[in-house]
């Protein structure tokens, strides 16, 4: 059983930015391929970005390279994704989540809300 708890959403102008952090609890964090996902009003959940569990490869939605970076720390079983140049288009609620390399069994935080608005 893995917990995520996601923090570091708000309200921000566009062109600002948030750095978005997933606390893991209750597994091995390092076995897990670690996600983010946004799902904006009236429409399905997105993968936007994803991370190894070694933190060494890593991939973009298209549309966010160049201004999303995932990141992880081992050590403090957290993930961490850091969104600058903010557009209204990135209004969602953002969810972590975590797929065990070799099950494939994956759990879900509960998300964090961002909001680009002037």
């Known amino acids: 059983q893995v917990q995520l708890v996601e923090s570091g959403g708000g309200l921000v102008q566009p062109g600002g930015s948030l750095r978005l952090s997933c606390a893991a609890s209750?597994?091995?964090?390092?076995?897990?391929?670690m996600r983010w996902y946004r799902q904006a009003p009236g429409k399905e959940r997105e993968l936007v970005a994803s991370?190894?569990?070694?933190?060494?490869?890593?991939d973009y939605k298209d549309s966010v390279k160049g201004r999303f970076t995932i990141s992880r720390d081992n050590a403090k079983n957290t993930v961490y994704l850091q969104i600058n140049s903010l557009n209204p288009e990135d209004t969602a609620v953002y969810y972590c989540?975590?797929?065990?390399?070799?099950?494939?069994?994956?759990?879900w935080g509960q998300g964090t809300q961002v909001t680009v608005s002037s």
């Open positions: 209750g597994s091995t964090f390092g076995s897990y391929a």
């Open positions: 989540n975590a797929l065990h390399y070799y099950t494939y069994v994956n759990y």
């Open positions: 991370i190894g569990t070694g933190g060494g490869v890593t």
